[in-house]
């Protein structure tokens, strides 16, 4: 397998792609829920969603929702990875995006990222890591 | 020595005549085919001419005369905002014409991707587009012309009641993409390079919570800058993640993929499409009058480019440009109501050798004695016998009633008929 310069890989892409962050939530049986829409409009995307490194899902075509991760309770001190690959599909931008949301906890949670790839075709990798503490 | 040469001659013309006169009619029948089309021809007009009916792609703008050229389409409210920030000179001054077209739906958080695309369950909110637009400005010369000037403003409006889903091929190509992302999915994680670090991270994070002698103030510091490291930690990981992605198989696969999806659909569809224009003469709001209308229904069966594939469209036009069913002129277009409808369907077999297509067209004014509804059918068949040799039949009934028919293999036919002996064939 060949290995591209990274710079010259990303000459021309902008935008992040990883983010992490922590999210409070309270010890109760309240469920977590997760909400992912990959985009623009009329890319593909396929994602997968692990925690503390065992797959919630895998493979999960388009975007997400109303996803249970688990409760407060369960989810305190672990971690959530979420891992998504949009390829441009649509022909009328190269932008790719995903916007990512948590409920359930303290107080409800969003993130937004785009990434413009470069030629129409291309893909972009995205990654998501939240650490849930309690609310001590 | 001159015999045997004269009877050579003469065995080699009795054969060349046997086979001549074997081959003639072969020969005639495809010099027929070959050469008469033009003649065949003659009477039936084929063109299809269900496209006069076809809905507009933006109703409002094709009423109201705006160049599509012209047309803002903001993709997310906040480039809807800065048009027309723009358009109005930070909101400043009224423009003598704009014009917008936008998908609502499309606007909020949640995006379609590509496997929404695949159903009739979202066609309606997919497809919905409004498109408005206003001019003030005067008649044509003298546009700038204050004294002159009126107030146009259009609305239309698009959605697809039926969508039909993607057809086997396209599906096909759509799982073979997925493949190469979930590829492309499994070679990011590098799971087993992550976990390990994860697990020392979180007994850092954990410890530093339950940490009971730091003060409060401190304590909070502390895991400030324990989410900035680790935001800074990974960005470093996710760059090598990244790095080796696009060299692989699976990313490359995916790109050839997504640079040429085909989007073939196949089922049932019908889509409704409406507009008007209202016009403020005297420039003020509570003074208007429907200047035009019209509205659309376009429906049918798709079935990609393969087999039977039909359609059709009602119209309704409250005074159009031109009036379909008077094609000279003789009543005025001002008030007039219009009904048109039409149909086409295409048989397309034989490895699409074989066409076979119809069409058929029905126009009328509403509430008028001076025009009676006329229609017009055409029916038209191409068989293809060999590269670039079709045989063709057509026939037709125009709107004033006469009926023609044409073809290459009608003249074909009747060549043969007449060649072959006495019997005639029409």
């Known amino acids: 397998m060949s290995i591209t310069p990274l710079k010259k890989v990303f000459a021309d892409t902008t935008g992040k792609t990883n983010h992490y962050d922590e999210y409070k939530v309270d010890l109760s049986d309240s469920p977590i829920v997760m909400n992912l829409f990959p ?24 975007s997400i929702t109303n996803f249970t991760i688990g409760t407060g309770n369960s989810l305190v001190n672990k971690f959530l990875e979420v891992y998504t690959i949009i390829t441009d599909v ?6 790719t995006s995903l916007d990512f949301s948590l409920t359930g906890g303290i107080a409800p949670y969003r993130y937004k990222m785009e990434r413009t790839v470069q030629e129409q075709g291309d893909s972009a990798a995205y990654k998501i890591t939240i650490f849930f503490t309690d609310f001590s | 020595m001159i015999l045997p040469l004269t009877r050579s001659l003469f065995s080699s013309l009795t054969f060349l005549n046997a086979i001549l006169m074997k081959r003639i009619p072969f020969i005639l029948a495809i010099l027929a085919v070959l050469c008469m089309d033009a003649k065949g021809q003659l009477n039936v ?79 309606f909110l997919q497809s919905f587009t409004i498109s408005a637009g206003f001019t003030h ?19 239309g409006i698009k959605f697809a009641i039926i969508r039909p889903g993607w057809s086997e091929n396209t599906r096909k190509v759509y799982l073979e993409l997925i493949k190469q992302q979930e590829a492309l999915l499994n070679a990011y994680e590098l799971p087993n390079m992550y976990s390990d670090s994860l697990q020392i991270l979180k007994d850092l994070r954990v410890a530093l919570a339950r940490d009971t002698t730091l003060p409060r103030e401190e304590k909070r510091e502390r895991m400030a800058k ?45 889509d409704f499409t409406t507009g008007m224009v209202a016009d403020f003469p005297d420039n003020r709001f509570d003074n208007s009058l429907v200047n035009k209308a019209g509205a659309w229904l376009t429906g049918g069966y798709e079935n990609g480019n393969k087999g039977i594939t039909s359609m059709f469209i009602v119209r309704y036009l409250y005074h159009p440009e031109v009036i379909f069913a008077d094609p000279d002129g003789k009543i005025s277009a001002d008030h007039a109501s219009t009904f048109d409808a039409g149909a086409r369907f295409l048989l397309s077999t034989l ?40 045989v063709t039949f057509s026939f037709g009934r125009n709107f004033d009633g006469a009926i023609s028919k044409g073809g290459n293999l009608v003249a074909a036919i009747n060549f043969i008929a007449g060649f072959g002996g006495e019997r005639k064939v029409k």
């Open chain 2, 45 to 123: 007009d084929t063109t299809i001419t269900l496209d006069v009916l076809k809905s507009p792609v933006s109703p409002a703008f094709n009423m109201l005369g705006i160049s599509t050229s012209a047309i803002e389409r903001p993709s997310d409210l906040n480039s809807f905002r800065l048009s027309i920030q723009n358009a109005t000179n930070n909101l400043t001054a009224i423009p003598n014409s704009y014009a917008f077209e936008i998908a609502p739906f499309l606007f909020g958080a949640k995006k379609y991707t590509l496997k929404d695309f695949d159903s009739s369950k979202h066609a």
């Open chain 1, 90 to 95: 649509a022909t009328d931008s190269n932008l």
């Open chain 2, 226 to 270: 324990m989410v900035a490291d680790l935001q800074r930690m990974h960005n470093l990981v996710d760059s090598i993640q990244q790095e080796g992605l696009p060299g692989t198989e699976a990313y490359q696969r995916a790109k050839a993929i997504a640079a040429s999806f085909p989007t073939e659909r196949k089922g049932v569809f019908l």
């Open chain 1, 39 to 62: 985009g623009t409009t009329g890319q593909s995307a396929v994602s997968d969603v692990i925690i503390d490194s065992n797959k919630k899902g895998s493979n999960i075509q388009g």
């Open chain 2, 137 to 155: 400005m005067g008649p044509e010369g003298q546009e700038d012309v204050d004294s002159l000037k009126t107030t146009k403003v259009a609305i």
């Open chain 2, 351 to 390: 490895n699409d050798k074989f066409t076979l297509s119809g069409e058929a067209l029905y126009r009328s004014v509403i509430g008028n004695s001076m025009l009676d509804p006329s229609w017009r059918l055409v029916l038209s068949t191409e068989y293809e016998v060999a590269k670039n040799r079709k």
